[in-house]
Nanobody, 121 residues
Framework: QVQLVESGGGLVQAGGSLRLSCAAS????????MGWFRQAPGKEREFVAA????????YYADSVKGRFTISRDNAKNTVYLQMNTLKPEDTAVYYC??????????????WGQGTQVTVSS
């Protein structure tokens, strides 16, 4: 089992920034592809970003490309999502996810509990 705990969400004005963190425990962190998803009220959960085991490759949804950056620190068992130039449409619950194979896909093996991000206009 892998346990994932997100932090760093909050309320921010449009144009602002937030950095989300996801701390993993339970298994060898570097064995897992990591990613972020989000779910806005009344909408389906959607992919945001993913990063490979070593962090050599990253992938983003078109809606966040150029504004969000995913990174990981395998020594700290943590994955990050730096979110810049936030827009009201980025408002959602953000979930960290893990899978032991690539691609991450829409149904990773492990999920965090989510952290709320609210962007005011």
């Amino acid at each position: 089992q892998v346990q994932l705990v997100e932090s760093g969400g909050g309320l921010v004005q449009a144009g602002g920034s937030l950095r989300l963190s996801c701390a993993a425990s339970g298994r060898t962190f570097s064995n897992y592809v990591m990613g972020w998803f989000r779910q806005a009220p009344g909408k389906e959960r959607e992919f945001v970003a993913a990063i490979t085991w070593s962090g050599a490759s990253t992938y983003y949804a078109d809606s966040v490309k150029g504004r969000f950056t995913i990174s990981r620190d395998n020594a700290k068992n943590t994955v990050y999502l730096q979110m810049n130039t936030l827009k009201p449409e980025d408002t959602a619950v953000y979930y960290c996810a893990a899978r032991d194979s690539w691609p991450l896909g829409p149904n990773p093996d492990y999920w965090g509990q989510g952290t709320q991000v609210t962007v005011s206009s």
